[in-house]
T-cell receptor
Framework: EAGVVQSPRYKIIEKKQPVAFWCNPI?????LYWYLQNLGQGPELLIR????????DSQLPKDRFSAERLKGVDSTLKIQPAELGDSAVYLC????????????????FGPGTRLLVL | QKEVEQDPGPLSVPEGAIVSLNCTYS??????FMWYRQYSRKGPELLMY????GNKEDGRFTAQVDKSSKYISLFIRDSQPSDSATYLC???????????FGKGTLLTVNP
């Protein structure tokens, strides 16, 4: 079974340019997460989707960041315009989602997109 | 104070050593506890998953959760150079909540 797929793996842009990241979760996983990981830190949640609904976007800087998951499967995270401080790894994760059986909350991560803003 | 505290290390041990990694947390609502392993330039990979207090063993790895002390541990027996990675503890209240991570501990196992 394929894991979480992300692209691109690496991206270098100049500040003030737009950038977009794409994620395809594990098949059958209803919940999708975007995390930001700075160097030497653990991942921090940006946004969580239950199917196509964004149920937790409280940590997403909405002035420059946006995300969508139109058909409840793939997702795109966009930054416009990018700032120097956005240089980080952007991780996508997925889980089975709501339910009563244990393990449904277990999140599986993709390889991440490493962004460098110059 | 952060919700989850983890000593970032780095930790360097000889091959075959027993490694102990720890996290403390402040939110008593956390019920699910996980350890992820992250190799350089890779995404976190789930290593161990524990619900509530107790021990769980999987091969050379043992995860312990002490909810009364708000303390979780990961033990690695007979450590191997391939265990060299960053180990992240993570926890959540349940399937409707985000994962809260520690900073990660960088482990190097020397041959």
């Amino acid at each position: 079974e394929a894991g979480v797929v992300q692209s691109p793996r690496y991206k270098i842009i100049e500040k003030k340019q737009p950038v977009a990241f794409w994620c395809n979760p594990i098949s059958g996983h209803n919940t999708l997460y975007w995390y930001l990981q700075n160097l030497g830190q653990g991942p921090e949640l940006l946004i969580r989707y239950e199917n196509e609904e964004a149920v937790d976007d409280s940590q997403l800087p909405k002035d420059r960041f946006s995300a969508e998951r139109l058909k409840g499967v793939d997702s795109t995270l966009k930054i416009q315009p990018a700032e120097l401080g956005d240089s980080a790894v952007y991780l996508c994760a997925s889980s089975l989602g709501r339910g009563t059986s244990t393990g449904r909350e277990t999140q599986y991560f993709g390889p991440g997109t490493r962004l460098l803003v110059l | 104070q952060k919700e989850v505290e983890q000593d970032p290390g780095p930790l360097s041990v000889p091959e075959g050593a027993i490694v102990s990694l720890n996290c403390t947390y402040s939110n008593s609502a956390f019920q699910y506890f996980m350890w992820y392993r992250q190799y350089s330039r890779k995404g976190p990979e789930l290593l161990m998953y524990t619900y509530s207090s107790g021990n769980k063993e999987d091969g050379r790895f043992t995860a312990q959760v002490d909810k009364s002390s708000k303390y979780i541990s990961l033990f690695i027996r007979d450590s191997q150079p391939s265990d060299s990675a960053t180990y992240l503890c993570a926890m959540t209240r349940g399937s409707n909540y985000k994962l809260t991570f520690g900073k990660g501990t960088l482990l190097t196992v020397n041959p």
